[in-house]
């Protein structure tokens, strides 16, 4: 059940986040548009409604539970930026704005892009953290909540993984296809 609940928060976001900025843009109606976008967090508090309500009722811990949590901690992270990230294709289309920023491609631009973006995956895992043991101390039973323990794990490895990224970027900065022809002896 609440894997479908999930599902549902998922699609919800991305037919809310389409509605507001098929109102501001396409439709001009940017007030419309703007209360649209500032409903997207709604689907969140939702699917944390459903989490914690299914916990209370005396559910047992599942993966749902966990998915729900890490759900929650990467939406809290990356969401804003995922919206900022449609609004500027949406302008770009439909209102004649400035082209899309794109990620960095090369240097210390692509270095600093990488740890930012590791900076968010960061704070999606402590929110995340944070969700399950709250869980864990909502439940108290620890029959009850052992499936979320593996979640923690699960976590840090995706975070361990993640910091790659940034490391191999800070240690061996990519350079543009030409400059490294450009510093190869004769």
């Known amino acids: ?94 209102a004649g704005g400035p082209p899309p920023r794109g990620r960095p491609e090369h240097g210390w631009a692509r270095t600093r892009y990488e740890w930012r973006e590791f900076g968010k995956a960061a704070v999606a895992t402590a929110v995340a953290c944070a969700l399950l043991l709250a869980m864990i101390g909502l439940v108290g039973d620890a029959g009850r909540t052992e499936a979320l323990h593996g979640w923690l794990g699960r976590l840090g490895v995706v975070l361990a993984i993640w910091s790659l990224w940034p490391i191999t970027h800070t240690i061996w900065p990519s350079k543009p296809k030409g400059a490294a022809d450009d510093a190869r002896p004769e």
């Open 1 to 94: 059940m609440l894997i479908t609940v999930i599902a549902g928060c998922e699609i919800g976001f991305w037919v809310v986040l389409a509605a507001g900025l098929a109102a501001r843009y396409p439709l001009r109606m940017r007030r419309t548009g703007a209360v649209l976008l500032l409903c997207v967090p709604l689907l969140d508090l939702v699917l944390l409604a459903a989490t914690a309500a299914d916990l209370r009722n005396g559910a047992t811990a599942g993966v749902g539970h966990g998915l729900a949590a890490a759900y929650l901690g990467y939406s809290v992270a990356f969401g804003h930026s995922m919206v900022r990230w449609a609004d500027e294709r949406f302008a770009h289309r439909f």
